[in-house]
């Protein structure tokens, strides 16, 4: 948005803060305090029309404006059936945002979400063995976006809600990224199987496993590719 002369991310990042925007599921969403940006996860990413400033760094659009549009399409998105089935698994819409936002960095490409999304529904079906998800995407928020945007110790703040890697059970305290369509139909229809953990080559080749000794194994197998 800034660099296209739609507004200043600044301006953009100050109304995400302060401005209460009225639609009726960001009633929903936990606001804590927890999270670094309440509305991540809802920026919908799509194709949209933005009116342009004439002059670098001008404002072309108001930045309410902006995220209005993206929240609008977001609740368009978010239909009566996506909220039947997230009922139907026993979890908040919110909850699968989460989900499907993990599912988006974590799969290389959308032929293995649903695949990452059984991985994830699977641990967090069966909590006393897996109390954690694993999921380095969840820490590397933190690490590689956070610190960025607010500073490494402010940031640093953050990790215990958000590392799934090794401390946080169950899922994050909010969405790493705003997943598409694809992600959150994913998080919605995981795929029917037995694996608890997964690994990808430099190439984006996904290992799955069942079994800890298979995924050492599977793991194996990636520095093998690596070296290749």
Request: with cysteine; glycine share 8%; proline share 4%.
């Given at each position: 948005l800034a660099a296209n002369d739609v507004c200043p991310e600044e301006y953009l990042y100050d109304a995400l803060a302060k401005v209460e925007f009225d639609y009726g599921f960001v009633n929903t969403i936990p606001n804590d305090g927890s999270r670094a940006y309440y509305l991540e996860g809802y920026m919908f990413p799509d194709t949209y029309d933005f009116f342009v400033s004439d002059k670098a760094?001008?404002?072309?659009?108001?930045?309410?404006?902006?995220?209005?549009?993206?929240?609008?399409?977001?609740?368009?998105?978010?239909?009566?059936?996506?909220?039947?089935?997230?009922?139907?698994?026993?979890?908040?819409?919110?909850?699968?945002?989460?989900?499907?936002?993990?599912?988006?960095?974590?799969?290389?490409?959308?032929?293995?979400?649903?695949?990452?999304?059984?991985?994830?529904?699977?641990?967090?079906?069966?909590?006393?063995?897996?109390?954690?998800?694993?999921?380095?995407?969840?820490?590397?928020?933190?690490?590689?976006?956070?610190?960025?945007?607010?500073?490494?110790?402010?940031?640093?703040?953050?990790?215990?809600?958000?590392?799934?890697?090794?401390?946080?059970?169950?899922?994050?305290?909010?969405?790493?990224?705003?997943?598409?369509?694809?992600?959150?139909?994913?998080?919605l229809n995981p795929s029917d199987t037995n694996y608890f953990y997964f690994c990808h080559n430099e190439k984006g080749k996904i290992y799955l496993a069942s079994t800890y000794s298979q995924f050492q194994a599977n793991w194996a197998q990636v520095l093998k590719d690596n070296e290749g």
């Open positions: 760094g001008g404002i072309g659009e108001n930045p309410n404006s902006v995220i209005r549009k993206f929240l609008a399409n977001y609740e368009t998105k978010w239909s009566e059936v996506y909220e039947k089935r997230a009922q139907e698994l026993g979890y908040t819409m919110d909850e699968i945002i989460i989900i499907a936002s993990i599912i988006q960095k974590e799969a290389a490409d959308q032929s293995q979400m649903a695949d990452v999304s059984s991985v994830i529904h699977n641990r967090l079906n069966n909590r006393s063995s897996y109390p954690t998800l694993g999921c380095d995407s969840t820490k590397k928020y933190v690490t590689n976006y956070l610190a960025k945007e607010l500073g490494a110790a402010k940031a640093n703040t953050y990790m215990s809600g958000y590392d799934t890697n090794s401390t946080r059970a169950g899922l994050p305290t909010g969405p790493i990224c705003n997943p598409g369509a694809a992600a959150i139909e994913a998080a």
